[in-house]
């Protein structure tokens, strides 16, 4: 034990019928998830997933397994996105965080079995998520391409938005983070610019194909009669244009080459390392199915949360008598410093909001990345709390998180509602990763509140204007607005919008928190500087 710092106590009753209540809600929306991720896994289906493999070529899964290093992580980022729209869920790309050559990085890989890898409107948005994520956490960027550019009727979405992705490629290397492209096959038009983007790229002999346009195009733009081989062949981009720093064999030589380019980076990252024991929690983290609600309406206690993620359950709380329905405290995760800050009953008060304001301050003082454990239903509203200063306090936590430097990390491990979202980190304010937990539901408001709120004031408007008010069609409004607001604010929903980076398993927050703090030491942290902590 460290000294001076308390080991959470073990409170939770895995014989209690709300921990078997929880465990079996939860691992039910744990197997809907994962039949989810199965639809982005399986690619373009069995019919391309065979021509594929019929052509001898390995699935962008498999490229990537045998780039990443022996028995090292990967931690996907958007499977879902997409996810309840016209678009394949998964939107035809991978993209995650990965080690190759000792090196982290972010990997993006096109899957050809899904329309040739051609990217759609979801595709960019998956895949300037991960670029954001490597240039904000300085991580160089791997390209595993083969793709068909862009998916032509959606043209009119994708053209103007998606030559962001050049620019972004072009000023990444300019950061001074290396960009790397292995072509597999086909990468025509805007796919063609991925590697004449890149700092590095490799070919495969016979297999690659770079060109802006294929055979068919030029034929109809200039009359010429030509080929794939010798319009963007591997061989000729390797001898005669240039555009190819290696040619390799075959796919499994493509990524030798890969990996040796990696591992001549001399890539350091600028960021401490771990500091502290990284010893596992005492608490059982496959009990937290059991722990989150799996209600969004019941709340639970985040330090039976904290206890199964955090080192040792160790964990030092700052001010526990203060503001008793947001925790605030200090421990570490796989040796590195956080600092946390977790929902307790849902509501955030002004004594919450001036809490988490001075929390966060402190936390830039010290340079100590920040954990968001959210599950609010948002800032209390009613007379007396407006007349106590809710807005301004209220402010004052959104101010302190909007301007705070260290990186933020944020779980939805419940509900997140109206400017609750905010105060604790949501999209809106960058945090550097962003997962939920399957119960996560994300709106305004509950679903009953806001189908009440609209009746309300359809009831006031009614009566101002000196009319009936028709009951019947009133309780078919609110039905309908309340199935509405359930279908989307579920944690699939938000993720196929791509409001977060992932659904995660409860059990795996430790595991991917490890893994996310790992990366953003990356860069240097470092907090706000230019202001002392102020008691408010």
Same mark, same amino acid.
């Given at each position: 034990?460290v000294?001076?710092?308390?080991?959470?106590?073990?409170r939770?009753d895995?014989?209690?019928?709300?921990?078997?209540?929880?465990r079996?809600?939860?691992?039910?929306?744990?197997?809907?998830?994962?039949?989810e991720?199965a639809?982005?896994?399986?690619?373009?289906?069995?019919?391309?997933?065979?021509?594929?493999?019929?052509r001898?070529?390995?699935?962008?899964?498999?490229?990537?397994?045998?780039?990443?290093?022996?028995?090292?992580?990967f931690?996907?980022?958007?499977?879902?996105?997409?996810?309840?729209? %016209?678009?394949?869920?998964?939107?035809?790309?991978?993209?995650?965080?990965g080690?190759?050559?000792?090196?982290?990085?972010?990997?993006?890989?096109?899957?050809?079995?899904?329309?040739?890898?051609a990217?759609?409107?979801?595709t960019?948005?998956?895949?300037?998520?991960?670029?954001?994520?490597?240039?904000? /956490?300085?991580?160089p960027?791997v390209n595993?391409?083969?793709?068909?550019?862009?998916?032509?009727?959606?043209?009119?979405?994708?053209?103007?938005?998606?030559?962001?992705?050049?620019?972004?490629?072009?000023?990444?290397?300019?950061?001074?983070?290396?960009?790397?492209?292995?072509?597999?096959? /086909?990468?025509?038009?805007?796919?063609?610019?991925?590697?004449?983007?890149?700092?590095?790229?490799?070919m495969?002999r016979?297999?690659?194909?770079?060109?802006?346009?294929?055979?068919?195009l030029?034929?109809? !733009?200039?009359g010429?009669v030509?080929?794939?081989?010798?319009?963007?062949?591997?061989?000729?981009?390797?001898?005669?244009?240039?555009?190819? $720093?290696?040619?390799?064999?075959?796919? %499994?030589?493509?990524?030798?080459?890969?990996?040796?380019?990696?591992?001549?980076? /001399?890539?350091?990252?600028?960021?401490?390392?771990p500091?502290?024991?990284?010893?596992?929690?005492?608490?059982d983290?496959?009990?937290?199915?059991?722990?989150?609600?799996?209600?969004?309406?019941?709340?639970?206690?985040?330090?039976?949360?904290?206890?199964?993620?955090?080192?040792?359950?160790?964990?030092?709380?700052f001010?526990?008598? =203060?503001?008793q329905s947001?925790?605030?405290?200090?421990?570490?995760?796989h040796?590195?410093?956080?600092?946390?800050?977790? #929902?307790?009953?849902?509501?955030?008060?002004?004594?919450?909001?001036?809490?988490?304001?001075?929390?966060?301050?402190?936390? #830039?003082?010290?340079?100590?990345?920040?954990v968001?454990? %959210?599950?609010?239903?948002? =800032?209390?509203?009613?007379?007396?709390?407006?007349?106590?200063?809710?807005?301004?306090?209220?402010?004052?936590?959104?101010?302190?998180?909007s301007?705070?430097?260290?990186?933020?990390?944020?779980?939805?491990?419940?509900?997140? =509602?109206g400017?609750?979202?905010?105060?604790?980190?949501?999209?809106?304010?960058a945090?550097?990763?962003?997962?939920?937990?399957?119960n996560?539901?994300?709106?305004?408001?509950?679903p009953a509140?806001?189908?009440?709120?609209?009746?309300?004031?359809?009831?006031?408007?009614?009566?101002?204007?000196?009319?009936?008010?028709?009951?019947?069609?009133?309780?078919r409004?609110?039905?309908?607005?309340?199935?509405q607001?359930?279908?989307?604010?579920? !944690?699939?929903a #938000?993720?196929?919008?791509?409001? $977060?980076?992932?659904?995660?398993?409860?059990?795996?927050t430790?595991?991917?928190?490890?893994?996310?703090?790992?990366?953003?030491?990356?860069t240097?942290?470092?907090?706000?500087?230019?202001?002392?902590?102020?008691?408010?």
């Amino acid at each position: 034990m460290v000294i001076g710092v308390d080991v959470l106590p073990d409170r939770v009753d895995v014989e209690s019928p709300t921990f078997r209540d929880n465990r079996q809600g939860l691992l039910a929306q744990i197997e809907e998830i994962r039949g989810e991720l199965a639809k982005t896994n399986a690619g373009g289906g069995e019919k391309y997933v065979a021509r594929h493999r019929k052509r001898g070529k390995l699935l962008v899964r498999e490229r990537i397994e045998m780039l990443l290093d022996p028995d090292s992580a990967f931690l996907e980022l958007s499977p879902f996105a997409a996810w309840g729209t %016209q678009y394949p869920v998964g939107a035809s790309v991978v993209t995650g965080l990965g080690v190759v050559e000792g090196v982290e990085c972010v990997l993006i890989g096109h899957d050809p079995t899904v329309r040739g890898g051609a990217s759609n409107p979801y595709t960019f948005k998956k895949v300037f998520r991960a670029m954001s994520i490597a240039r904000e /956490n300085e991580l160089p960027i791997v390209n595993l391409v083969e793709s068909g550019g862009a998916d032509l009727p959606t043209q009119s979405e994708i053209f103007i938005p998606g030559g962001q992705l050049f620019h972004d490629l072009t000023t990444h290397s300019a950061a001074g983070m290396p960009t790397v492209a292995l072509v597999f096959g /086909n990468s025509t038009a805007g796919g063609a610019y991925v590697p004449g983007m890149c700092d590095y790229v490799v070919m495969v002999r016979e297999r690659a194909k770079v060109f802006l346009g294929g055979p068919p195009l030029v034929k109809m !733009a200039t009359g010429e009669v030509s080929d794939d081989e010798s319009l963007g062949g591997g061989e000729m981009h390797a001898r005669v244009s240039g555009l190819a $720093d290696y040619l390799a064999e075959d796919e %499994q030589d493509a990524i030798r080459i890969g990996r040796r380019v990696m591992a001549r980076l /001399n890539w350091r990252k600028k960021g401490p390392g771990p500091s502290l024991r990284a010893d596992p929690p005492r608490r059982d983290p496959g009990q937290l199915i059991g722990v989150a609600s799996a209600d969004p309406k019941v709340p639970f206690d985040p330090r039976d949360v904290i206890a199964r993620v955090v080192d040792g359950s160790r964990f030092d709380e700052f001010k526990p008598l =203060y503001g008793q329905s947001l925790v605030t405290g200090w421990a570490s995760i796989h040796g590195y410093p956080v600092g946390v800050l977790a #929902n307790a009953q849902g509501i955030l008060f002004s004594e919450e909001a001036e809490k988490a304001a001075q929390f966060i301050q402190l936390a #830039n003082q010290i340079d100590t990345p920040l954990v968001f454990l %959210q599950n609010t239903t948002g =800032y209390m509203v009613g007379a007396a709390y407006e007349q106590g200063g809710i807005i301004k306090d209220g402010a004052k936590m959104i101010n302190a998180v909007s301007n705070s430097a260290v990186p933020h990390l944020t779980i939805t491990m419940g509900a997140s =509602y109206g400017a609750g979202n905010y105060g604790m980190c949501g999209r809106s304010y960058a945090p550097r990763f962003l997962f939920s937990w399957p119960n996560a539901r994300s709106a305004v408001m509950g679903p009953a509140q806001l189908a009440g709120v609209m009746s309300i004031v359809a009831r006031e408007s009614a009566a101002n204007r000196g009319l009936d008010f028709d009951e019947e069609a009133d309780t078919r409004l609110r039905a309908a607005v309340e199935e509405q607001i359930e279908r989307e604010q579920v !944690a699939l929903a #938000n993720s196929g919008r791509l409001y $977060d980076d992932g659904i995660i398993d409860p059990r795996d927050t430790r595991t991917v928190l490890g893994i996310c703090l790992s990366a953003v030491h990356s860069t240097e942290v470092r907090g706000r500087r230019g202001y002392g902590v102020f008691r408010m």
